[in-house]
């Protein structure tokens, strides 16, 4: 009799597994289960098409990076482990150790190593196709002048630290006093500021703080107290910061126009 009953148990662990794993759908050949969609739907939070389309999507990267011979080495993922672990102000080892204990390292390996692998495949496809000319960033300054109009002066608070998390909670409790942070009063004229911080200020609401950032020694973020005046930066102020909007726009363009060629001539199969 306890034979008999763990084999219907087994049975129908079989067939319940089996109804888990519907192929649902396939790309070149290659299925994609219902565990998958579920598991996608779970942890993106998106609805259950938005998955399976993102399973297809992925599938045929997946597919286009094998074809290309593209590949990560464990010295690239772990050169971007280290670049994490020095914005959380700690060494690789410590990092390593805290996502060891609360089981997340090799999920976060993995998602590096995809993150890498598309990199190299989207360079491959779009790089020899960048190209920018002078008048092309003319047009677009003329076009865009709005996005290249700044302060005239600002006043700030900056909160210096060694550790992130103290920054966090500043934001959180502005009053709150603390040995591990510096804090400094600056009043800036708009050509006293470099270019990535002066749009980092433009982009921070008045009364608001700048999100966190790094600045070699320590971590920053920056109270806006406020912004007076008006000016319009010239071309050749903003010169680099227009041939870097156009290379962008240009390479989500490309990409865009490939992978939509790559996905009408795939074998796409929907199954009930």
């Known amino acids: 009799m306890k034979k008999l009953i763990k084999a219907i148990i087994i049975t129908f662990s079989f067939l319940n597994a089996k109804i888990i794993d519907k192929v649902v759908a396939s790309v070149n050949g290659e299925p994609i289960t ?8 779970n942890q993106l939070k998106i609805d259950k098409i938005q998955a399976l389309n993102y399973l297809i999507d992925k599938k045929i990267l997946e597919e286009e990076i094998k074809k290309r011979g593209i590949s990560v080495d464990e ?8 670049k994490i672990a020095q914005k959380n102000g700690m060494s690789l080892f410590e990092f390593k150790s805290i996502l060891k204990e609360r089981g997340e390292l090799e999920k976060l390996t993995l998602q590096i190593k995809d993150n890498l692998l598309k990199e190299k495949l989207f360079s491959q496809i779009v790089n020899s196709k960048l190209r920018v000319s002078d008048k092309e960033i003319k047009n677009y300054y003329q076009n865009h002048k709005n996005e290249f109009t700044t302060f005239k002066n600002i006043q700030v608070v900056a909160y210096y630290s060694k550790i992130p998390q103290k920054l966090e ?3 959180k409790s502005p009053l709150i006093s603390d040995k591990n942070i510096i804090t400094e009063t600056k009043v800036f004229e708009y050509n006293e500021v470099p270019l990535n911080l002066m749009y980092l200020f433009k982009n921070t609401k008045q009364g608001e703080f700048t999100p966190i950032i790094n600045n070699g020694a320590n971590y920053v973020t920056f109270y806006i107290v406020r912004k007076d005046g008006k000016v319009e930066l010239s071309l050749k102020d903003v010169k680099n910061l227009v041939a870097n909007k156009i290379i962008k726009e240009k390479r989500d363009r490309i990409l865009k126009e490939y992978f939509s060629k790559l996905k009408n001539q795939a074998d796409i199969k929907i199954y009930n």
């Open 34 to 41: 219902s565990y998958e969609v579920n598991q996608t739907y």
């Open 75 to 82: 010295f690239d993922v772990e050169n971007t482990l280290e």
């Open 169 to 171: 909670e500043i934001k």
